[in-house]
DNA sequence: AAATATTTTTAGGCTTGTCTAAAAATAATA
DNA sequence: TATTATTTTTAGACAAGCCTAAAAATATTT
């Protein structure tokens, strides 16, 4: 239906809106897709015409219902991958993007149903990231970021807030998964690092640069 | 590494090849390819600028060890794919195909190992097929048509020597699925028509027609 | 062997997706 | 507000992969 370098822009420019920006900018697009300007305008013309998206030269472009739903759709395949890849076949959480970069672009509708089925209907990812359902809906979690949390609730690690492998290499280092409960027991003003307990009673601290890339949620 | 494109006439090739057929020619590519005979050309030269294959104008081709390497390889792939899709998701074998000649495309070594692990090694494909090793061994089956089959020997269901999904369909309705075992009771010269005995005393016919595309072991 | 038919290659062109360099529009600063 | 800086778009070009039409080579008939 639409190529893969198609799937890529919408996908891209999606993520983009959903981080706040409401109007997306050329010049985003092609930092996150490694390309030039110029090929993005290019590209951006053509999924114009194809109504997938809106677009007013020099105002940024927005998704329209149509593109939007083409996005989310290779999310979910995105994400139903990362699952097969991390439940089924043991990669680690820091492997598995990757490969579903490439797999993300497979186009069979029943193969996606089956692979769902398969993997007993996940709602997140490896990631802690929400798996959209079938007809595009996703579950908006209400993590919050280990930094932004309040000293003694009990949290539990459900999320990252940045994917790249060396972040979740340093998370596996730590041994920080996905499930683990913590209370934090310090804030330290001066350099935004966090003291919290595990449980068990371990203590551990976190740098202000770890503690802004994880995702809690409040128990 | 090798793009989509490129890996299918590869294996193409290597296909046509292992039909008997020792320098293939332009057409049957374009045949096999549903492609025109001047694209091949066109592909072919590239394909003998990067030493996958001999190419003499005029005189047909050749894969190299280095392009058989990428075709079995290919192969390898596509068969793991069909296997998953069979044995873990439930598709029909008439209808892994179609979906593994994309996943078959998806580029990483390791995720090949993993599913092939996860799978618990498979030596054959849901159609019978053998499945290249890792190194790109194929142990070649000693399967023969059904209509070459002596009678009085009892005979395995192994494999087709037709892989269109109206076959398969047909042989899910006349419920001849891999593994069942039978004897030729009768050979009818006249229309090339076969009698069988299967396990349980049960008889069944098959024309001609089926009969030369049904794979059988003797036992 | 000459004529005819078939196969294969060449020539030229099209689409997709990319690029660099330059022009145009917008934003920021003096 | 005028100048400068940045962003975005246009212009022109290129590679991959495909096409049609015509030329060249090979195979088959007569
Ligand atoms: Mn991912
Ligand atoms: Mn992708
Ligand atoms: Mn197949
Ligand atoms: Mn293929």
Same mark, same amino acid.
């Given at each position: 239906?639409? %190529?893969?370098t198609?799937?890529?822009?919408?996908?891209?420019?999606?993520? /983009? =809106?959903? +981080?706040?920006?409401?109007?997306?900018?050329?010049?985003?697009? &092609?930092?996150?897709?490694q390309?030039k300007a110029?090929?993005?305008?290019?590209?951006?013309?053509? *999924?114009?015409?194809?109504? /997938?998206?809106?677009?007013?030269?020099? @105002?940024g472009?927005a998704?329209t219902?149509?593109?939007?739903?083409v996005a989310?759709?290779?999310?979910?395949?995105?994400?139903?991958?990362e699952? !097969?890849?991390?439940? @089924?076949?043991? !990669?680690?959480w820091?492997?598995?993007?990757?490969i579903?970069? +490439?797999l993300?672009?497979? $186009?069979?509708?029943?193969?996606?149903d089956? /692979?769902?089925?398969?993997?007993?209907?996940?709602?997140?990812d490896?990631?802690?990231?929400?798996?959209? =359902?079938?007809?595009?809906?996703?579950?908006?979690? $209400?993590?919050i970021?280990?930094?932004?949390a309040?000293? $003694?609730q009990?949290?539990?690690m =459900?999320?990252?807030?940045?994917?790249t &492998?060396?972040?979740?290499?340093?998370?596996n280092?730590?041994?920080?998964?996905?499930?683990?409960?913590? +209370?934090?027991?310090?804030?330290?003003?001066?350099d935004?690092?966090? &003291?919290?307990?595990? %449980?068990?009673?371990?203590?551990?601290? !976190? %740098?202000?640069?770890? &503690?802004? $890339?994880? *995702?809690?949620?409040?128990?």
């Amino acid at each position: 239906m639409y %190529s893969y370098t198609e799937e890529n822009y919408l996908k891209t420019i999606y993520k /983009l =809106s959903e +981080q706040g920006n409401d109007s997306i900018n050329t010049n985003a697009i &092609a930092e996150v897709l490694q390309t030039k300007a110029a090929s993005v305008t290019d590209m951006i013309k053509k *999924l114009a015409d194809k109504k /997938l998206l809106n677009y007013e030269k020099y @105002k940024g472009v927005a998704l329209t219902d149509k593109g939007r739903k083409v996005a989310v759709d290779t999310v979910r395949k995105h994400r139903l991958w990362e699952c !097969f890849l991390y439940d @089924k076949l043991k !990669f680690g959480w820091d492997e598995v993007h990757e490969i579903a970069e +490439q797999l993300e672009h497979i $186009n069979s509708e029943i193969l996606t149903d089956k /692979l769902d089925e398969f993997l007993d209907f996940p709602t997140h990812d490896p990631h802690g990231d929400p798996i959209p =359902s079938k007809n595009g809906v996703i579950k908006k979690s $209400n993590f919050i970021l280990l930094c932004d949390a309040k000293p $003694n609730q009990t949290l539990v690690m =459900s999320g990252v807030a940045d994917h790249t &492998a060396v972040f979740l290499q340093h998370l596996n280092k730590i041994s920080v998964v996905l499930g683990i409960e913590m +209370q934090i027991t310090e804030k330290n003003e001066y350099d935004g690092s966090i &003291a919290v307990k595990l %449980s068990g009673n371990k203590s551990m601290y !976190f %740098s202000k640069d770890v &503690a802004k $890339n994880i *995702l809690v949620k409040v128990k």
